[in-house]
């Protein structure tokens, strides 16, 4: 736990949260800035910074526990789909590994843009990864 952790005071039940999911390990509740409906951050209980931090027990049981709340959530709210995203580092607020767990709908606006300049820069990055 880290004291000035807002993911460590929610799971030390300091900060109000829309739990939905809670065992051992993780904690699942409702974004306060939802790109979807139902949209819920992972939060394992014990606090490691991102994914470098993570052992392949707690990746495993990570991917586990997103499909439980999965479960829980298809029935109740009728999503379509589920979207993951997960950042560490740079466009990560908070520093606390979470998964972000999105539902998706047929008539959401969650894009993923492509134009031809984008394709170009595939190429470049394609050839630096691979030098
Ligand atoms: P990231 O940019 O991946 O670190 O995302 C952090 C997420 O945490 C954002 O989507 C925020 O809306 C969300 N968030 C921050 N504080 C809280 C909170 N107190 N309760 C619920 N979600 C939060």
């Given at each position: 736990m880290k004291d000035d952790c807002v993911f460590c005071k929610i799971i030390k039940g300091e900060i109000p949260n829309y739990t939905i999911y809670e065992d051992k390990d993780f904690k699942v509740f409702l974004d306060i800035n939802p790109i979807t409906n139902g949209h819920a951050l992972l939060v394992p209980k014990t606090h490691y910074e991102n994914m470098f931090e993570l052992d392949e027990k707690m990746v495993?049981?990570?991917?586990?526990?997103?499909k439980k709340v999965y479960d829980i959530e298809k029935d109740k709210i009728n999503l379509?789909?589920?979207?993951?995203?997960?950042?560490?580092?740079?466009?990560?607020?908070?520093?606390?590994?979470?998964l972000h767990l999105i539902p998706r709908y047929t008539h959401d606006d969650v894009k993923y843009n492509s134009n031809e300049k984008q394709l170009v820069e595939v190429e470049n990055v394609f050839n630096q990864i691979k030098e």
């Open positions: 495993t049981k990570i991917f586990k526990t997103a379509e789909g589920y979207t993951l995203i997960q950042n560490n580092g740079h466009g990560q607020d908070v520093k606390h590994y979470h």
